[in-house]
Nanobody, 127 residues
Framework: QVQLAESGGGLVQAGGSLRLTCAAS????????MGWFRQAPGKEREFVAT????????YYADSTKGRFTISKDDVKNTVYLAIDSLEPEDTAVYYC????????????????????WGQGAQVTVSS
């Protein structure tokens, strides 16, 4: 069982930046593919970014390319999501997720491939 804990959310003005952190409780973090998803009010959960278990092959949703950066620190068992140029449309609860079973080194956009999820971090962007 892997526990994930997000932090770093909050209220930010449009155009600002923040960094979300997701700490994982596992000794095999270096073998986990990690992803970030978000759910805005009244909308379905959507993929945001993912990174392979080796820390390589980051991949982003079209709506986040150029503004979001995912990174993985296997020493700290942590995955980060840095967000620049925040827009009101980025307002959502952000969830990190871990997938320990993928055999390929790439990330995954598929929520059903992730076995573990955090509780979420609220990000609110004011205009």
């Amino acid at each position: 069982q892997v526990q994930l804990a997000e932090s770093g959310g909050g209220l930010v003005q449009a155009g600002g930046s923040l960094r979300l952190t997701c700490a994982a409780s596992t000794r095999t973090f270096n073998r986990h593919t990690m992803g970030w998803f978000r759910q805005a009010p009244g909308k379905e959960r959507e993929f945001v970014a993912t990174i392979g278990w080796s820390g390589g092959h980051p991949y982003y949703a079209d709506s986040t390319k150029g503004r979001f950066t995912i990174s993985k620190d296997d020493v700290k068992n942590t995955v980060y999501l840095a967000i620049d140029s925040l827009e009101p449309e980025d307002t959502a609860v952000y969830y990190c997720a871990a997938a320990p079973r993928l055999s390929h080194p790439y990330g995954s956009m598929r929520a059903d491939e992730y076995d573990y999820w955090g509780q979420g971090a609220q990000v609110t962007v004011s205009s």
